[in-house]
Structures are given as C-alpha cells and as structure tokens.
Nanobody
Framework: VQLQEWGPGLLKPSQTLSLTCAVYGGSITTSYYYWSWIRQPPGKGLEWMGVIGYEGSTRYTPSLNGRTSISRDTSKNQFTLQLSAVTPEDTSVYYC???????????WGQGTQVTVSS
C-alpha cells in the first residue's frame, strides 16, 4: 500500500486548505480500515486531525473547532482534507495515513509542507 498526498504549499491567512491523499495498492473502502490526516507543526509533535472510515464515517479532533472536513472519492480511491480559515499556526507538514487501530498506523504518505503566511 502506498499513500501520496498533495496540495498547495503556500496559503494566505483565512483561506481554505485542501489536501488530497491518493491510495495505491489497497482500497479505501476495504473493511475495516480507517484513513487519517495528521500534521506536525515545526518543532512540535504529531497532531491527529481527523479520520474517514471504510464506510464513509468521519471523526475530527475538537481542538480544530470545527474547521476540518474530510471527504472521499471512491472512484479515484482518494480522500481529501479541508481546513478552513487557516492561520500561520496551521503551518505544518501534513500526512495521510492508514489506521490499524486507534493511534496506530501502518502506512503513511511522504508528507507535504503547508505554509500559511501573508
């Protein structure tokens, strides 16, 4: 299984970030896998942002105050993160990953740097 994420590298404050993760070698609808978005701000630890399940269910971290949305396109085997109203504090490396359990991941994308700056 391989995951590859992409999106804009630079945004201005208040814009909406949209990142896509393509999955190769495995289906995002396969029971009972879940697919997460995780980020790592500079100099800080990993922060779980949200997850979409094989059946399409979603869950998000409350710490992002409802700014996060995860959707999927099963025809393309991709899932997408949207983060609204970005600020410089959202500057991070963003990763997609496959869950094997709560807080457990077996496959990760390579990560994509997102910088928020005016």
């Amino acid at each position: 299984v391989q995951l590859q994420e992409w999106g804009p590298g630079l945004l201005k404050p208040s814009q909406t970030l949209s990142l896509t993760c393509a999955v190769y070698g495995g289906s995002i609808t396969t029971s009972y896998y879940y697919w997460s978005w995780i980020r790592q701000p500079p100099g800080k630890g990993l922060e779980w942002m949200g997850v979409i399940g094989y059946e399409g269910s979603t869950r998000y971290t409350p710490s992002l105050n409802g700014r996060t949305s995860i959707s999927r396109d099963t025809s393309k085997n991709q899932f997408t993160l949207q983060l609204s109203a970005v600020t410089p504090e959202d500057t991070s490396v963003y990763y997609c990953a496959r869950n094997t359990g709560p807080w457990e991941y077996d496959y990760w994308g390579q990560g994509t740097q997102v910088t928020v700056s005016s």
